[in-house]
């Protein structure tokens, strides 16, 4: 029998990604009788605010049978303690929308620009501060990138364009080729970088026509993926990182630091030392942006600096992220 990963790995045409995309789970009760855990559903919280539940199959399939603390159903599963109010949690953490430069333009930092490409995600991730940000008037992808592109060319101090969102791989491989027919005219940009989580959660998004894209593009590429603990990585992502990997792009990670899923060293070491395994190297580890919603998931500073503490002491350092918060009005993101 092929399964959906051997099918990857040998590269056979698998389903279309956004079959999968839309096959995925939204339903509670769904979820929790595929991983025999019915008895969680009275602990559901009855109002998602406007953030369901929403997880590729795929990703479900890399979770445990019947553990209700599983690392990766904990990011996906709505909690009560979500509904509670936490003072300092707010709706706009990082001060973005102070930093709109033009349409889903945010330009914070010097030298390079993050545009917000797409509102939408295959995945929801409790903790994300998305679930408060409003696409609806933000998004650089927007007439075929008109405003975004027109920011980018007039700022000559850009040499760094970050697709960002929601997930930018949500948007058509068409639309990206629009996008990098556009960049290709402004000649002070010389490297693009994506932020996506799909090649993580629905690795079958790297598919043959995104890949010949981002190959044959004439700039500098950085992925930079999204994975918070090892359990994530199966043979279908690590297929996904190798195809980038043979498109040129150098492939970095940033995970969140989260309480009751990976916050002891243990976990931290084997996410980098799994990372790795798919040529993909640790970036950031990030203190929670202080959503309103994810008080229940943060991690105590000195906690998280005894963590990377120990982490150096066991890894290479190459393998050691670097500890950082989100602060807004600073010029970088602000280590820890
Ligand atoms: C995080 C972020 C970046 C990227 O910062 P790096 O330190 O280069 O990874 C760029 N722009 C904005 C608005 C950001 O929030
Ligand atoms: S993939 Fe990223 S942007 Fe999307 S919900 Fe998860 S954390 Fe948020």
Redesign the pocket.
């Known amino acids: 029998m092929i399964t959906a990963s051997h099918a990857a790995r040998l590269s056979l045409p698998g389903p279309d990604w956004r079959t999968l995309w839309r096959e995925a789970i939204t339903d509670a009760g769904e979820l929790l009788a595929l991983l025999g855990l019915e008895q969680l559903a009275d602990a559901l919280p009855a109002d998602d605010a406007g953030f369901g539940l929403r997880v590729p199959r795929g990703f479900v399939a890399r979770m445990r049978h019947s553990d209700a603390r599983d690392p990766l159903l904990l990011q996906v599963l709505p909690q009560l303690a979500e509904t509670q109010r936490a003072p300092g949690f707010s709706m706009d953490a990082?001060d973005?929308l102070a930093?709109r430069s033009a349409k889903g333009v945010?330009?914070?930092?010097q030298g390079?620009?993050?545009l917000i490409a797409s509102g939408s995600c295959a995945v929801n991730c409790r903790y994300c501060f998305r679930r408060h940000f409003p696409y609806g008037d933000e998004m650089a992808a927007a007439g075929q990138w008109r405003d975004a592109l027109e920011h980018v060319r007039q700022d000559a101090s850009i040499s760094?364009l970050?697709l960002?969102g929601g997930d930018p791989l949500a948007l058509a491989t068409g639309k990206l080729e629009e996008l990098g027919r556009g960049l290709l005219k402004i000649p002070h940009v010389t490297r693009l970088?994506i932020h996506t989580r799909l090649p993580v959660v629905l690795p079958e998004r790297i598919d043959a026509p995104f890949v010949e894209w981002l190959k044959a593009l004439p700039l500098q590429k950085v992925v930079?993926l999204h994975a918070n603990h090892a359990n994530e990585f199966d043979p279908g992502v690590d297929e996904a990182c190798a195809r980038l990997r043979e498109a040129g792009a150098s492939l970095l990670n940033?995970a969140v630091l989260l309480k009751g899923i990976n916050d002891d060293a243990d976990t931290l070491i084997a996410l980098s030392e799994r990372m790795f395994v798919a040529g993909v190297l640790p970036?950031?580890l990030h203190q929670l942006d202080r959503v309103q919603g994810a008080a229940h998931f943060e991690v105590t500073d000195t906690h998280a600096r005894s963590l990377i503490e120990r982490m150096r002491s066991r890894l290479p350092g190459y393998l050691v992220p670097k500890l950082?918060r989100?602060v807004g009005g600073d010029p970088?993101?602000r280590p820890i």
């Open positions: 990082v973005d930093a945010l330009h914070k930092y390079r620009a993050l760094e970050i960002s970088r930079v940033q970036y950031y950082v989100e970088s993101k």
